[in-house]
């Protein structure tokens, strides 16, 4: 099915921590196709803010015909969306990109930063054996959300949570074991992940962030490098929008 362009109600949105945000959208279009590890882009009403605003799908609701997003405020767009309250509206198109392939294999979800978010509807859709491995700066979020649909292991930069540390070392600390590596952070975070995974033979799954233009895989603004010639830009590309977020790690360098 094709991306829907609607304009969807607030259902509510509160703070979770400092610049993070949880917003509740009517978006039954978008909530009956989506799946873990896409994405929407949201619009702003300043006509100065050409571009949207890509935030991907942290929980999805088909039944009552809601999408869950979870984002950071980091620009005049983002600011516009977190003033939005219950009955407001906002335009959007959605669900982008090529979400996470679920597999029935023991399974490790680990997300970094606003990475996290991402990681509930995965752990909702998972029908198998799993742990949650978190990684954060400073303030948590979503841990209560993410502790129902399995076990969670912390890590913070500054040690007041978990282990003081990346997601790399809970997991040793812990001897977190699984088959497969489901992921999404920063870039730093994936390629110490994509080697984990290869030296200890598992598959992994990861979820790239890039900032993003069009998003609709048009504009080749937001190319990662693939370990293969893409069929589209004819060159070791892969367009992170379109082509991801998700890669098997296999497909792109990093």
Do not use: W
Request: charged content about 25%.
């Amino acid at each position: 099915m094709s991306a829907v362009k609607m304009t969807a109600r607030v259902k509510r949105q509160e703070q979770l921590a400092d610049d993070i945000y949880s917003l509740v959208l009517e978006a039954s279009e978008i909530a009956k196709q989506a799946k873990a590890g896409q994405f929407v882009s949201l619009y702003s009403k300043n006509g100065a803010n050409l571009l949207p605003r890509p935030i991907s799908l942290c929980e999805i609701d088909r039944e009552k015909g809601t999408i869950r997003l979870v984002y950071r405020v980091v620009g005049k767009g983002t600011r516009e969306f977190a003033a939005l309250t219950a009955g407001k509206v906002v335009d959007m198109i959605g669900p982008l990109g090529n979400g996470f392939t679920l597999k029935d294999k023991r399974a490790i979800l680990i997300g970094g930063g606003i990475g996290i978010p991402p990681m509930l509807e995965l752990a909702k859709e998972l029908n198998c054996e799993k742990n949650i491995v978190l990684g954060f700066r400073d303030e948590t979020f979503l841990i209560e959300d993410l502790e129902t649909e399995g076990e969670v292991y912390i890590a913070s930069e500054d040690g007041k949570c978990g282990v003081k540390g990346n997601v790399l070392d809970a997991i040793k600390e812990y001897d977190i074991r699984g088959d497969i590596i489901y992921a999404c952070g920063p870039t730093p975070m994936l390629r110490a992940i994509k080697e984990y995974a290869f030296k200890n033979h598992m598959e992994a799954q990861l979820s790239l962030e890039e900032k993003m233009a069009c998003g609709i895989g048009a504009c080749l603004a937001c190319v990662c490098q693939s370990t293969e010639v893409d069929g589209h830009s004819h060159v070791c590309n892969k367009r992170v929008c379109k082509d991801g977020p998700v890669f098997d790690a296999q497909e792109v360098e990093l």
